[in-house]
């Protein structure tokens, strides 16, 4: 049994096709890196295996279990930190942890340390009083980590998590997920733009690209079959060099041209 299992899995926003027929499998305890130029579909992948969209067509397990029929079982087995930033701003530190451990039922006699563990775990505990609108977008990036933890998930989905961090911070923040990945063993599924890091920790890869998977294996193995030297090479090898605009130019084409329409012209 896998940690992620896709089979066929196809999402469709009308007329457009974000994700096409994709499958793979992800190891327990491995790092899995989802890697795509923009809009090629990985956000809307995650939100197919987490339970926020459903998929057009296709089968997801997390742990077995089929994520469109025992959705509650499967929101127990991961944890995930967004794309966008999706704390509470208002709130402290601590009182952003407290919420979500409520929200998934961490047992009341347990909240407490698991909090000062895990604000420990990402060196935030000093900063737990203050309120997260004072907090830089690495320490954002931090609490997030850790409030995704909170339940002891099998797996963590993270959607870009070093995006726009310092180096410092980027490595940092892999040094607790490769803490947590080879002490608890807990399967990481990470899409990032920087592929210096998938190269660093990644044991799986898969390079999605207009929705479809173009290659997948190891790092090592992208860089054989498309004969380059570094996997930002091997990326562009096999995804191309233009920038992927398309689909926002088509959208906005569509939008002036309803507009028009409205306007009688
Ligand atoms: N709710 C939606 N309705 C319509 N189209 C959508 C929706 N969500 C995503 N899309 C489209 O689906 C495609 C894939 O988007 P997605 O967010 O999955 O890309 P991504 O690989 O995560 O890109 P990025 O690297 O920029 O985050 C894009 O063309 C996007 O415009
Ligand atoms: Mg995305």
Redesign the pocket.
Known sequence: MYAIETKELT?K??S?T??DNISFQVKHGSIFAFL????????????MLTTL?SPTSGMVTLNGFDVSKDSNEVRRNFGIVF?DPSLDDDLTAYENMELHAVLYKVPQNEIKERIEQLLNFVELWDRRDNLVKTFSGGMKRRLEIARGLLHHPKILFL??PTIGLDPQTRNHIWSYLIKMNKEEGTTIFV?T?YMEEADKVADQIAI?DH?KIVAQGTSAELKEKTKTQSLEEAFIALTGHEI?HE??AK?LHMRHWRSAARRGS
């Open positions: 999402k926003f009308g457009l974000a994700v795509g130029p923009n809009g090629a579909g990985k956000s809307t992948t995650i939100k969209l794309q959607d870009e899409t733009h999605i929705g992927r689909e926002a959208g």
